[in-house]
């Protein structure tokens, strides 16, 4: 049984030292909230905004060549003929259970259909109408989900992860707490408990048939070790204009870190930290097609606020006309027990380990994650899929689909 030490209602200090800050009352976190919210601009006021929700769980989007939006998720595909708002034709994917669900669906350059899942590919050749059947590619970690890209070479990039966890028996697991209608309850788990996670990349230059793998394995080598080691996880991906693969990725350490390949992914340079202050959650990371330019969505949240139990409470979007060396318009898609901000907010100066205090006191009525998001893109239209859910009164979660004019991220 968890023994408590501490008085769950701690005192009030929202922006202070590591040593000195403690979980925010409500009233702080409103207070707080109000006095930002005042200046800033809804999402939901955007002019042709449109909320609703994806066909199915996380999937990907993809578009037709008669105009409609296709989304492949799970064991399935659906169709939209209004740019996403409504998805009322879908079918089963024969072949989903031998691959055990899609991970990525990709439009090939050739043309074509592809989809990966648990290390097997197959493609179409007339728009999903028939499949080939699926050949095992003996790839190896497990890739956030819809993360491969083709390069303008043809060849095809999958970035994966891979955990190495303490054991049970010889580690206690630590957590952060908070009470909700006074009861205490968990609200994050990772970076409570030993674990190291790394990355690496498969990659084929013929449509998938044959796979190769990248040297070694990627991981955060902070000052040439001597700040230890620490984690790259769930990477994401993108073809830069100078034929150099970018790859983001969640740390510990209070912000994105990204990585650099110059020979198609084969070899990669280390991590160093971004000035995108993030929690320990996983970015989105792609290239617009109408613009060109870069649109990162992530948590983009604040040391303080991780520190607060807050690590996944606000979703925010930002975008990168020189190819990810700088960051502008910054906006925020949602949120959940924090304010909307629509600036740069910085990382602490130096990157170290931020994570939530283990007891956080009273939880706030909106809070809540909002998280694990996709970008799409259909003519001059940006979609937005993630995770939402909210822990007060009691647990809720779906899936949220927001559409957005590309203009509105420029403003």
Known sequence: MFQMSLPLHLGICFFATENEAKAPSVADISEHRAQVQEADVSPTEAEGYFEGTPPAGYGSFVSHPDGRLMYFSGDGVWYSADGGRSWPEGRKLSFAGEIGGVDSAIRLRNGALGIYGSGHWCTSFDEGETWTEPS????????YYDTMIQTDSGRLILPVR?????????????????????ELTQVEGHAQFPEMDYAWCHYSDDDGVNWSRSEGEIMVWKDSGYGGM??????????????????????????????????????????VPTDLAASYSPCRLRRIPATGDLICVWNHISADEIRSGHRRGRLSAAISCDDGESWQHFKTIDAQGLPFVDWHLAPEPVPGMVRARNFLGELPEDYGNVDYPNVGFH?????????????????VGRMKLRIYPVQWFYK
Not at 162 to 182: P, V
Not at 234 to 260: C, H
Not at 382 to 395: D, E, G, H, M, T
């Open 230 to 271: 620490w984690p790259v996880d769930e990477p994401n991906i993108v073809a830069l204009k100078d034929d150099r693969i970018m790859m983001f990725a969640r740390t510990t350490l209070g912000r994105i870190y990204k990585v650099l390949s110059d020979d198609g992914g084969r070899r990669w340079s280390h991590p």
């Open 379 to 395: 003519e001059e239209e940006i979609l937005i899929s993630y995770n939402w859910n909210r822990l007060v009164p009691k647990r």
């Open 162 to 182: 891979a955990t190495a966890a303490g054991h049970n028996g010889l580690y206690e697991r630590d957590s952060a707490y908070g009470t909700i209608n006074g």
């Open 136 to 143: 095992c590619v003996h790839t190896t970690g497990s890739p």
